[in-house]
């Protein structure tokens, strides 16, 4: 567990200064732990998911005054996705502060979990205006990474498959593993004409993601070939 001080370290790492110390005690202890806590861990991520959404749409709407309802989907998604939540918590170095099970590896889907745990703890400790402050002052700087709206691999695939006629592209769960805290899903990615490739991920969505990317790169040396 997190001393006080380690907890106080990481406040500073974030700009906000919780009055509640067991809030974020609570944020940063991994569901694989038998440790009692103010708070749960799914419901402080539960929460710190919504508010995240609803800080980072607001960001959008007054940076991109000009990009319609799809293009700050697109945006959105990409900004409170997995991977970009584990890169916000690399950058604070959150995975020193994680407390987890016995036998439960600190992965990158555990702090993209612990991540929006921590965003719930400061909404709960200090409202929407402190946890405003806080997502706006970490995922601001990742708006200049894009200078246009991103897309995702689904939907570049979905787009490549519709110009060429081949119907929507199919996924299929064909395999699941792992405690049902810390699953692995295994998914293939199905069209037309082409071979199956499969992806893994700690979610289906993410999984299905990294199928699609797979048939991407596939198709990608085979127009360069």
């Known amino acids: 567990m997190s001393s006080d001080i380690s907890k106080i370290e990481l406040c500073k790492r974030i700009g906000y200064q919780f009055s509640d110390l067991g809030l974020l005690e609570s944020a940063l202890t991994h569901a694989s732990t038998d440790s009692k806590v103010k708070m749960s861990y799914e419901r402080l991520e539960f929460l710190g998911d919504r508010v995240l959404g609803l800080v980072i749409s607001d960001l959008l709407i007054r940076t991109f005054d000009d990009e319609n309802e799809g293009e700050l989907s697109r945006r959105l998604s990409s900004l409170v996705d997995k991977k970009c939540l584990y890169f916000t918590a690399s950058e604070i170095g959150l995975e020193r502060f994680v407390s987890v099970g016995k036998g439960t590896e600190v992965n990158q889907s555990i702090l993209a979990d612990v991540m929006e ?9 200090g409202g929407f205006e402190a946890a405003s402050f ?10 200049d990474k ?11 695939l979905q787009e490549w498959a519709q110009a060429h006629k081949l119907g929507l592209p199919e996924y299929r769960e064909i395999r699941r593993t792992g405690p049902d805290h810390q699953p692995l899903f295994t998914i293939a990615v199905l069209l037309k004409g ?8 700690t979610s289906k969505r993410i999984a ?16 360069i070939g």
């Open 208 to 223: 299905e993601q990294e199928a699609a990317t797979s048939l991407l790169e596939v198709l990608k040396k085979d127009s």
């Open 117 to 125: 745990a921590l965003l719930g703890a400061v909404f709960c400790d």
């Open 134 to 143: 806080v997502i706006e002052e970490l995922f601001t700087p990742l708006l």
């Open 146 to 156: 894009n200078k246009e709206p991103p897309t995702d691999p689904k939907t570049k």
């Open 194 to 201: 082409l071979e199956i490739r499969t992806g893994e991920g």
